[in-house]
């Protein structure tokens, strides 16, 4: 028997099935151990010696795969083809081999795509570990743990409040953060524009005025409306002749086939997808053998898939569709070995592959690499320049007309942020014609500041820097959000002042660590062990010499010696000028109460900084981290009509009810509500479908075969499969789960020990109570099942099974018991009132009748 380990149970059914009956298929289920969150699991002073612990959940799992390895004739390492592929690999040797359970036959196999031709072609061709992306990984590994956990204890004994830091994580926060200040420093400059409508051949067209007064226009030249309104009339007063007609040909060729980067850049673009999302639906249709491997710096396709491509193109859209040659693009990838193929479809000719955002992802994927194959899209540049009789104005209009689609046929790239200009149509014109003048506007226009990043242009940047790598920017993203150091309002980031505190912190006290060129020239050195040309250890070595005095530098401040260098640093933004012309640091409630000396700087508490007057305790007066006025936090939502369903046409609305705002859709019994959670940043009606729309389906349990649904109960967002139970970490995951990772989640659930989680588990779960909107579950209790809406419990007759329980029965027994319940608190009352009115004869004759009675 030969023994194939992969990472995922999708992986490992469809690769068992390919292999035949000779070989055994398990999984991993991604790594199996990793250095303990302690200090000390990585030893500096021992030439960097690591300590590893294999995942609690993963025992029983492993135990599985050393009890097969002990019978196998052949272990085969069958992981990712990556730095992290090879070091799962890596994991799962040195645990065998620690436990004896190590065949003496191991090789390593790697397959780009999970094709049945992939898979067999690889297993003729196995290789040995390949050491230098071991040590890449380690180094890595180590790096980063050293990073933060030494750091991590300087700002939560120096910085009040701060949570952690992260290599990569905080280098991308400082980029947030200097957005957010090059914003605050705008000042918006007014200019004008001067738009001439005309018409020729019965075609409308406008002209921009580009020369007035014999002076070319710049920008800002038009800066206020007396001087564009002196411009609109000498427009107005002149009469305009064609002088000069110029076109130009040119062509467009197509974008590359999609990388890791790329493609997070474009779903975000194209499909409101975050980088988390992109990568989870990316590995689904990868173990689907869907696509090919989706982490990877290169954009070249293998020659056969071009071969396959150019046939599809040709089938679909015509031989007069492909170029000349095929053609072939260069990786820019710094590191080689981790280069791989493009991302791109398996099989050219499946139009479709599963639904659901995955199905869309892979129709993006799959126009993309085909538009990579296709012929240039031919266009054509009209500039027609138009003067006055004077020579001194001077209009001109441009516009573009496609002669040729090519692969503009099947994809254009998207932009982040669209230009202001658009080429439009132009009639067909001569030099020496004169269009009919039909108006003339002067349009005001402000400069704008520079935009906030979006997930698609902080990737760009990120990979633009050399900072980090693709296939780490979803996790790093995502680090950011749960440490509340950012904010996504409208899809754009929003620096938070627990994020711009901690960044200022880092760029005062640790600048090199968060500088752009000292991150991107260690990941070029982390590159280079990838390549075998520098040792890993003496890496760390260096960064260690380095860093490891600088924290101890900084943890022998006193906290108010760190507050006191903030304060100085962060002085634009705390204290800005006020407009009365006063000192921004006086204290207004000094200035009120009539105390001299009243100074305000920034001080640390122990929930975080704060602004505070220097007059303490005289003066008690202090405002949050945030400028004056700051807001404290409303969403902004109003309850009301949110839209219309596009299925049902029936009114979405927002609402509030006892247990806070839910929204709603329909009317009556049959409507439907969800609560809205609150971790969701900017909500909006397509948020309010998905919850109204929940559960979702995941997919079928690899296993069981049994549906996996993700779904948001009373203790917050789940899965649940065959009766037992998953906790998510937020709102965005029910949506954005996969099947790999649900299936982790499941199984790390189960194994998990104690208890008193299990014995929550609903028996079964109903529909949404049509009053309270809470989820109606069977539950097994102390004295009995009973159903309860989240908000009132009632007891099963003994008669009828939990499990046969109905959800008009559900909602009958929770309407009477909470029909009950004001009837009780009235039979309470009668009681308190007997205590004041304790007299002894009454006392005396109740006795005397008991006892008359009893006789």
Known sequence: MQLVIVESPAKAKTIEKYLGKDFKV????????????????????EGFAMDWELYRDKQKRFKEIAENAKAADQLILATDPDREGEAIS???????????????DVKRVTFNAITKQAVTEAMKAPRELDQDLIDAYLARRALDYLYGFTLSPVLWRRLPGAKSAGRVQSVALRLIVDREIEIEHFRADEYWSVIAKLQHDGTEFDARLVRYDGKKLEKLTLGNEGSAMAAKAAVEGANFTVEEVETKPFKRNPAPPFTTSTLQQEAARKLGFSASHTMRCAQSLYEAGAITYMRTDGVSMDGSAIADCRKAVADRYGGHALPDAPRMYKSKAKNAQEAHEAIRPTNFNQDRAVSGDEGRLYDLICKRAMASQMAAASLERTSVTLRDATGQHE????????????????????????????????????????PLKKGVDANQHFTQPPPRFSEASLVKRLEELGIGRPSTYAS???????????????SRFHAEESGRLLTAFLERFFPQYVAFDYTAGLEDELDTVSDGREDWKQLLEAFWRD?????????????SEVTEVLD???????????????????CPLCETEGREGGRLALRGGRYGAFVACANYPECKYTRQFAKPGGSDGDDGADDGVMGEDPETGLPVERKSGRFGPYVQLGEGKEAKRASIPKDLDDFDLEWA??????PRIVGAHPETGKEIEAAIGRYGPYLRHDGKYGKLQSTREVFEVGMNRAVDILAQAANRKGGGRGKAEPIKTLGEHPTSGGEIKVMPGRYGPYVTDGTTNATIPKDVKPEDVTEAQAIELIDARAAKGPAKKKRKAPAKKKAPAKKKPAAKKTATAKKAAAD
């Open 689 to 694: 479908l998905k919850l109204l729309s929940l």
């Open 476 to 490: 790093t993203i995502q680090t950011l959000r749960d440490r509340a150091y950012v904010r996504m309002e409208k």
């Open 547 to 559: 860093f490891k005095p600088k924290t101890e530098e900084v943890m022998e401040k006193k906290p």
């Open 90 to 104: 890596w994991h799962v040797r040195e645990l065998l081999q620690k436990r004896k359970a190590l065949p003496k």
């Open 395 to 434: 209009l001109r209009a441009t516009g573009q007309v496609v002669k040729y689609p090519g692969f503009l046929a099947v994809y254009q790239e998207g932009r982040d942020d669209a230009d202001d200009d658009e080429d439009g149509l132009l009639p067909t014109i001569a030099k020496g014609d004169s």
């Open 26 to 45: 398990l999984a991993s289920y991604g790594h199996v151990r990793d250095l303990p969150p302690k200090d000390g699991s990585v030893r500096p002073d």
């Open 568 to 586: 100085d640093f962060l002085a634009d933004y705390l204290f800005p000028e006020r407009a009365d012309g006063k000192d921004p640091r006086h």
